[in-house]
Every structure is written in structure tokens, then in C-alpha cells.
């Protein structure tokens, strides 16, 4: 069964960082393109950054120059680095694997950003 195993997370201050990870198994990660989404409460689920599997990343426009995704994929893992972090960054933020008709999610870790 594919897992994907996250960590990181937890509170800091406005202007803060945090590191984000996720862990995956039983999957040829190096194939599957891989993204990081976030949910606020009241909100719907809002794709944050993707990566390829060749490496390219996209963005949206709310953590362009702040979040960097990137990953590993001799060690089967994928990053957040979330910098200059804002209040509006508070969300339960959630690790995708996507390949073709394949969707796996990780278990969702909380960040929250707030003196």
C-alpha cells in the first residue's frame, strides 16, 4: 500500500520558517509528479506548489518568492521550504502524488503562523 508520510510543521511567528516533508513508499516516486496543497478552515483545498518528475516547479502566486518545493528522489522524499511565513499561510497543508489516474495523499500536518 503507497504511503506518504509527512512531517514537520507546527506554529511560529509571522516571518518565520518552516520545513515541510514528506516521505513516500511502495511508489516509483521518481516518476510521479508531486505537489503540496493547503486547506485554511472554512476554505476549499488550494494547490500551493507542484514539481515534475524532471524537476520543474510552478507556484502560486500568494508563495512565489517565499515557498520552495523541491525533492529527492534517491531517498523518496519531497520538501516545503516555507519562508517570511504570514498569518494567511495558516492552513493544514497536505503532500500529493500524482501519476496518470494515480492520486495519493499524505496525512496532513498543521501550520500555523501567529505571534
Known amino acids: 500500500q503507497v504511503q506518504l508520510v509527512q512531517s514537520g510543521g507546527g506554529l511560529v511567528q509571522p516571518g518565520g520558517s518552516l520545513r515541510l516533508s514528506c516521505a513516500a513508499s511502495?511508489?516509483?516516486?521518481?516518476?510521479?509528479?508531486m505537489g503540496w496543497y493547503r486547506q485554511a478552515p472554512g476554505k476549499q483545498r488550494e494547490l500551493v506548489a507542484t514539481i515534475t518528475s524532471g524537476g520543474s516547479t510552478n507556484y502560486v502566486e500568494s508563495v512565489k518568492g517565499r515557498f520552495t518545493i523541491s525533492r529527492d528522489n534517491a531517498k523518496n522524499l519531497l520538501y516545503l521550504q516555507m519562508n517570511s511565513l504570514k498569518p494567511e499561510d495558516t492552513a493544514v497543508y497536505y503532500c500529493?502524488?500524482?501519476?496518470?489516474?494515480?492520486?495519493?495523499w499524505g496525512q496532513g500536518t498543521q501550520v500555523t503562523v501567529s505571534s
Open positions: 500529493n502524488a500524482h501519476w496518470y489516474n494515480d492520486d495519493f
Open positions: 511502495r511508489i516509483i516516486f521518481s516518476i510521479y509528479a
